[in-house]
């Protein structure tokens, strides 16, 4: 069982940058897909940015060019950094891994941007 640890959210400024951190448990090596989901209050949980096993990126439209995914195999990791941070990026932030036998989500940090 993986389990999947953020840390890096918080409040910041319309225009600042955060750098969010997924830390894995076990080896991510396996799963051909991690990505971050969010979801604001109200709304359904949606895909922000994904990447591969063998590092192709994907993001949602309004995001592009504003956040880039990574990730270390090697460390475990995959790190979203997000600048140019706009009110209406607000939401709970969720790490997400998909192996061929299973998915796992982790439990979710707070990012708050003012106006």
């Known amino acids: 069982q993986v389990q999947l640890v953020e840390s890096g959210g918080g409040l910041v400024q319309a225009g600042g940058s955060l750098r969010l951190s997924c830390a894995a448990s076990g080896s991510i090596f396996s799963f051909n897909y991690m990505g971050w989901y969010r979801q604001a209050p109200g709304k359904q949980r949606e895909l922000v940015a994904r990447i591969t096993n063998g590092g192709r990126t994907n993001y949602r439209d309004s995001v592009k060019g504003r956040f880039t995914i990574s990730r270390d195999n090697a460390k475990n990791t995959v790190i979203l950094q997000m600048n140019s941070l706009k009110p209406e990026d607000t939401a709970v932030y969720y790490c997400?891994?998909?192996?061929?036998?299973?998915?796992?989500w982790g439990q979710g940090t707070q990012v708050t941007v003012s106006s």
């Open positions: 997400n891994a998909i192996s061929p036998q299973d998915e796992y």
